[in-house]
């Protein structure tokens, strides 16, 4: 029988070999290890008989790596120097082994090219589908919420006139209506609540529930934002961007998480959705598309994203 060679899309985070070691971190070196293992071994099969697994080429995750891979061995080999992250990445790495130290001047000497790999592929999975969910539920509210794209546009037009299309890293920061509304959106639609995640150093009892050492804890970060005790006196479930200008519990919104360990991209995030949002709002007015509600209905992939949103742009007459 003729084996088929269809491809698959399989989420990482859906094996359940990632399932198993979220509940059990104890097993992940040896998940890793077998992990290993594995990809040494359909590598070598693929590589001397390509007809009998022609389908992991295909998966998302491994086509990304091959791409990051690339561009590091093409930085290393043309020798330029640029004045990015990968560069201070790559300046600070080494073939060695990599060994634990007390020292920290050493421990920063020990970043092994592995680890450059899999922190370029890092950011990129956490900086693109986040962004861009985030700018698909905006789209959603500024089509179906006449009143906010209003008031938006009104202090974007208000801006545009004032600095004469120099939107540069201070004016666009310096929009409150625009803070206010991308904040609402980071609350009402918790899009990646399952990343904030630690493991408990020092037995304690939160609320009368006893957390032992070394328990892993996960916020319910939708439950948080939809909090009526934080986020009240206001219907929790409306989208009301104003809230926010009521001064808040500082950890009553944790959409880039919470802590020395929070998001690393949130500023860059943040500046991205404004100037996106500037331009958008300035050349165009954003109208609800056909079915715009059926395409709201969510999935859960990396983020909790819509499957679709339909809006129609309408050209600004100025
Ligand atoms: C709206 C957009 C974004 C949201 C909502 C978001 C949210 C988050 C959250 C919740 C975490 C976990 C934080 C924690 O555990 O306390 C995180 C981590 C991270 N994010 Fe973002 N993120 C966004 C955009 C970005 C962008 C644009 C980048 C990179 C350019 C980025 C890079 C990272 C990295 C590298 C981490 C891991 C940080 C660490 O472990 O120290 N993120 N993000």
New binding site residues.
């Given amino acids: 029988m003729k084996k088929s060679t269809a491809t698959v899309a399989v989420q990482i985070e859906d094996l359940f070999i990632v399932k198993l070691s979220i509940v059990m971190p104890f097993l992940i070196p040896l998940l890793t290890k077998y992990v290993k293992i594995h990809s040494f071994l359909v590598d070598t099969i693929r590589t001397l008989m390509p007809c009998l697994i022609s389908n992991v080429e295909d998966l998302p995750n491994v086509w990304i790596m091959k791409q990051v891979g690339n561009v590091v061995k093409e930085r290393l080999r043309s020798g330029t120097k640029q004045l990015d992250l990968l560069q201070l990445m790559l300046d600070a790495a080494t073939d060695d082994e990599v060994k634990d130290h007390d020292d920290n001047e050493l421990m920063l000497k020990h970043l092994h090219y592995t680890e450059v790999l899999m922190n370029v592929f890092?950011?990129m999975v956490?900086?693109f589908d986040?962004?861009a969910t985030?700018l698909a539920f905006c789209t959603y509210i500024l089509a179906t919420k006449a009143e906010v794209h209003k008031k938006l546009q009104a202090e974007i037009d208000e801006h545009w006139q004032d600095n004469r299309k120099e939107l540069n890293y201070d004016v666009i920061a310096n929009m409150p209506y625009m803070d206010m509304f991308l904040r609402e959106i980071?609350r009402m639609y918790s899009?990646?609540g399952r990343?904030?995640?630690r493991e408990c150093n020092e037995t304690t009892v939160i609320c009368g529930h006893l957390i032992e050492k070394g328990t892993i804890i996960m916020p319910d970060v939708h439950s948080v934002h939809h909090n009526i005790d934080l986020w009240g006196p206001e219907d929790v479930n409306r989208f009301i961007p104003e809230r926010h200008a009521v001064k808040r519990h500082p950890a009553a919104l944790i959409?880039?998480?919470?802590?020395p360990?929070?998001?690393?991209?949130?500023r860059?995030?943040l500046m991205a959705?404004k100037m996106s949002l500037t331009y958008l709002l300035h050349t165009y007015n954003i109208l609800p598309g056909e079915k715009i509600y059926q395409g709201m209905t969510l999935r859960e992939t990396n983020v909790t994203e819509p499957e679709a949103i339909n809006v129609r742009l309408e050209k600004r007459l100025k």
């Fill in positions: 890092l950011f956490a900086g986040t962004t985030m980071l899009f990646l990343v904030t995640i959409a880039f998480g919470i802590g360990r929070n998001c690393i991209g949130m860059f995030a959705l």
